[in-house]
């Protein structure tokens, strides 16, 4: 079973940056995908990015023009790098990985995310 730690989450102001970091247990130089979700308070969880194999990253709207995503294959790492926030992006934040496009994800456990206005 794959295990995934995250980290890099805490308290920030609006219009401040973090980095999130998701180490995981085996390589992922070939995983088919890696990503990031969100989940805020009473909301349902919702994909932030997405990165596979090959270096192509694709983001949801709201993510798009603020947020990276980027994996260090050498070190078993994916990143997020979160700017302009704003306590919208307040949720707690997830690192998933597949290893094939028809398997199912893995989940770290989450690290809380909370943007002060």
């Known amino acids: 079973q794959v295990h995934l730690v995250e980290s890099g989450g805490g308290l920030v102001q609006a219009g401040g940056s973090l980095r999130l970091s998701c180490v995981v247990s085996t390589p992922i130089t070939n995983m088919y995908r890696l990503g990031w979700y969100r989940q805020a308070p009473g909301k349902q969880r919702e994909l932030v990015a997405t990165?596979?194999?090959?270096?192509?990253?694709n983001y949801v709207d709201f993510a798009k023009g603020r947020f990276v995503i980027s994996k260090d294959n050498a070190k078993n790492t994916v990143y997020l790098q979160m700017n302009s926030l704003n306590s919208e992006d307040t949720a707690v934040y997830y690192c998933?990985?597949?290893?094939?496009?028809?398997?199912?994800?893995?989940w770290g456990q989450g690290i809380q995310v909370t943007v002060s206005s």
């Open positions: 990165i596979f194999a090959t270096g192509i990253t």
């Open positions: 998933t990985t597949m290893l094939g496009p028809f398997s199912s994800n893995d």
